[in-house]
């Protein structure tokens, strides 16, 4: 089993700056790909970011040039780090882990329980 642990959410003025921590734990044998969603207010969940295990990144056209997805191998953690944030940022974000799991071996996808970031205007 894996599990997501999620940092870093709260609440800051339009402008301001967050970064968010999803630390991944558990039987954990490879990771395919870390990423962050979000789900704002009436709206469907989207994906922001998400890295590969080769460190590719990919991000939603809304974040571009503000938001930054890295990871950590070492700590199997993924951060997002949000700048010039906008009050149409505020959702609840969500840690996903694709990857594969030991004991038996198989594919696992694993969502973290969400952090809220809030950004006043």
């Known amino acids: 089993q894996v599990q997501l642990v999620e940092s870093g959410g709260g609440l800051v003025r339009a402008g301001g700056s967050l970064r968010l921590s999803c630390a991944a734990s558990?039987?954990?044998?490879?990771?395919?790909?870390m990423a962050w969603y979000r789900r704002a207010p009436e709206k469907q969940r989207e994906l922001v970011a998400t890295?590969?295990?080769?460190?590719?990144?990919k991000y939603a056209d809304s974040v571009k040039g503000r938001f930054t997805i890295s990871r950590d191998n070492t700590k199997n953690t993924v951060y997002l780090q949000m700048n010039s944030l906008k009050p149409e940022d505020t959702a609840v974000y969500y840690c996903?882990?694709?990857?594969?799991?030991?004991?038996?071996?198989?594919?696992?996808?694993?969502w973290g329980q969400g952090t809220l970031v809030t950004v006043s205007s």
């Open positions: 558990g039987t954990i044998f490879s990771i395919t790909s």
């Open positions: 890295i590969t295990s080769g460190s590719n990144t």
């Open positions: 996903n882990f694709a990857g594969v799991v030991t004991g038996p071996y198989r594919a696992l996808e694993v």
